[in-house]
């Protein structure tokens, strides 16, 4: 099941649920609707996520707080919701989806970064907490999505140069399909070669946003 204010998934074995993840007021409700219509949950893949790139200054304070609670309180509202829920099972997986960001703070990136590293933050106590459940971050580098449309530069054609999203699926499939007993804690995942091409003006159109 996925949870998105828009779907781009067709499968079979897929339930779209169109909810809006940074609408916090109601949140809470409609993911307790959704955990009373769920048996059993074996993983819950947090990756809902908005990307701002510019100076702090730039920012508004409703911008502040929509990257923050999309990117952070958002995904420890999923975690409240369903926790219990895995606990009783004695078993399941967590996967967070941070960000490089979150260790190397980068320039103009400054309050997603730091969404991003609360994002990992939580994950590392959350890990204490849950001795039969396993939780992973993975923080991965350039992913060539369109997050960068609305950035002043944007990853080459070339594969040597970002991450694609296919990546980072086939990396939650075998650590869901790892033995138990196992995790990995915490994955960076990089580009083989970081490269980024400098955009021409009339390619801008504002603020970048993603996951």
Not at 14 to 40: G, N, S, V, W
Not at 57 to 73: A, G, Q, V, Y
Not at 106 to 132: G, I, M, N, W
Request: with cysteine; aromatic share 8%; glycine share 4%.
């Amino acid at each position: 099941m996925g949870l998105s204010r828009t779907h781009a998934i067709e499968h079979e074995n897929y339930i779209a649920k169109k909810i809006d993840l940074a609408d916090l007021k109601f949140l809470p409700d409609q993911l307790r609707t959704i955990q009373a219509k769920l048996p059993e949950v074996d993983a819950l893949i947090c990756n809902a996520g908005v990307w701002h790139y510019g100076n702090f200054e730039e920012l508004s304070f409703d911008e502040m707080r929509h990257i923050i609670e999309l990117n952070f309180l958002s995904q420890i509202y999923l975690v409240k919701t369903f926790l219990p829920q895995m606990k009783a099972q004695k078993s399941g997986d967590i996967l967070f989806i941070g960000s490089e960001s979150a260790r190397s703070a980068p320039a103009k990136q400054s309050v997603y970064a730091a969404s991003k590293s609360a994002l990992a933050t939580f994950a590392k106590s959350l890990r204490s907490e849950c001795a039969d459940i396993r939780v992973t971050t993975i923080s991965p580098g350039a992913v060539k999505t369109d997050m960068f449309d609305a950035a002043p530069f944007s990853l080459s054609d070339n594969a040597m140069h970002s991450i694609l999203p296919e990546d980072i699926a086939e990396l939650i499939l075998y650590l869901l399909e790892g033995r138990l007993g196992t995790v990995l804690d915490e994955i960076h995942l990089s580009p083989q070669k970081h490269h980024v091409e400098k955009k021409h003006a009339d390619h801008l159109s504002g603020n970048a946003r993603g996951n």
